[in-house]
Structure formats: structure tokens, C-alpha cells
Antibody, heavy 119, light 108 residues
Framework: QVQLQESGPGPVKPSETLSLTCTVS????????WNWIRQPPGKALEWIGY???????TYSPSLKSRVTISVDTSKNQFYLRLSSVTAADTAVYFC?????????????WGQGTLVTVSS | EIVMTQSPATLSVSPGERATLSCRAS??????LAWYQQKPGQAPRLLIY???ARATGIPARFSGSGSGTEFTLTISSLQSEDFAVYYC??????????FGQGTKLEIK
């Protein structure tokens, strides 16, 4: 069964760029949608955006100016870059699979990785 | 953007009893609604999609109902492992997909 695992370099300083990788195992990344979702400590879930395996993307309007999601099908990985971060971007970042065509529930999810923005 | 509102924020129920959680959308999402369970330190787990279809491996005590703007998640007989935070999510209109703020189900 498909499993997802987030990874990243750790803390990020304000104004810098947050970069994360999601590695997909147990199945192909092709022909599905791959999402980034975040959760600030003690708060609700926020969808950031998705990429289809072909490379087409859709982003949340509230983050669109700062977000880039990309994919490398040869590595079965997809990526998140969030620029000009502030403390408000401190959150657990999850990657998750969805199916498109009004089947955009999220399953499975990665375990999540906490990204702290601090000087 | 569709706003999802869950109620109550916290629900206290005794093990073995029934729990009923509500989710309201600011405009119709038809049947394009999912429910998730999240335990501390874990990722959300899909319970229900299409408003009423149970995801693979989800026990029959979990059921979903509703359409349009009003939805309900019912847990028929609470087990100890069911105490968690529950989120609804609409996927009818995007971007963005939106989640409710969550209902914390706690032991009474």
C-alpha cells in the first residue's frame, strides 16, 4: 500500500524559503494528485496546494504568491517551496494523496514534519 | 471560499454511548464531504468520503450522513480509541479545499 514520508532541513529563518520533500513508496506517483496540507500548533488543517503527476498545479489563493509545488516522477517524489516565511508559517506540514474528479479526499497522509520559523 | 463550521467545539461522551458531530458548509457542497479522525501527534485518518461512504478498514460504528450544507458524523458506541479530534473537509469547490475547525471528542 502507498506510504508517504515528508522530509526537510529543519528550522527556517524569517524571510527565507521553506523546502520540503514528500517521498511516495509502495506505488507509483503517476496518475494521481499530490497535496501539501499544514496545521499550525493547536489549530485546524489548511490545504496549501496540489500537483498532478503531469506537473500541473493548483494552489490556495491565500498562499499562491509564495508557493511552488513540483514533482519528480523518476524519484517518486514531490516538493514544496514556500518563500518569504514568517512565524505564521510555523506548522506541521503533511503530504497526502488525492484522486481528482470530485474524489478529492485525502488518503493516505504522511506522518507530518514540524517546521519552525524562528530567527 | 467555502467556510466549514463544526459543532460543538468539544463533545464529552461516555464510552459505549453515541456521539453525534455536526458540520455545516457556507454554501452547498452537494455530497462532496469527507470526515477525518486525528489523534495527538498523528496525521489525520480518512473515515468517510462522499458524505456517507466508509473508507477502507473503518469500523461500521462510524457513519456519515447529509448533503448540501448540513452533515453529521455518528459514532454509534464509543470505544476508548475513538476519543480524538474530528475534522470535516469539502471538496466540491476549489481552490481551496477547506476544513472545519474540528470537534474534540473527549471522555465524560
Amino acid at each position: 500500500q502507498v506510504q508517504l514520508q515528508e522530509s526537510g532541513p529543519g528550522p527556517v529563518k524569517p524571510s527565507e524559503t521553506l523546502s520540503l520533500t514528500c517521498t511516495v513508496s509502495g506505488g507509483s506517483i503517476r496518475n494521481y494528485y499530490w497535496n501539501w496540507i499544514r496545521q499550525p500548533p493547536g489549530k485546524a488543517l489548511e490545504w496549501i496546494g496540489y500537483i498532478y503527476s503531469s506537473g500541473s498545479t493548483t494552489y490556495s489563493p491565500s498562499l499562491k504568491s509564495r508557493v511552488t509545488i513540483s514533482v519528480d516522477t523518476s524519484k517518486n517524489q514531490f516538493y514544496l517551496r514556500l518563500s518569504s516565511v514568517t512565524a505564521a508559517d510555523t506548522a506541521v506540514y503533511f503530504c497526502a494523496k488525492s484522486y481528482g474528479d470530485y474524489s478529492d479526499w485525502f488518503a493516505p497522509w504522511g506522518q507530518g514534519t514540524l517546521v519552525t520559523v524562528s530567527s | 471560499e467555502i467556510v466549514m463550521t463544526q459543532s460543538p467545539a468539544t463533545l464529552s461522551v461516555s464510552p459505549g454511548e453515541r456521539a453525534t458531530l455536526s458540520c455545516r458548509a457556507s454554501q452547498s457542497v452537494r455530497g462532496n464531504l469527507a470526515w477525518y479522525q486525528q489523534k495527538p501527534g498523528q496525521a489525520p485518518r480518512l473515515l468517510i468520503y462522499g458524505a456517507s461512504a466508509r473508507a477502507t478498514g473503518i469500523p461500521a460504528r462510524f457513519s456519515g450522513s447529509g448533503s448540501g450544507t448540513e452533515f453529521t458524523l455518528t459514532i454509534s458506541s464509543l470505544q476508548s480509541e475513538d476519543f480524538a479530534v474530528y475534522y470535516c473537509q469539502q471538496y466540491n469547490n476549489w481552490p481551496p479545499y477547506t476544513f472545519g475547525q474540528g470537534t474534540k471528542l473527549e471522555i465524560k
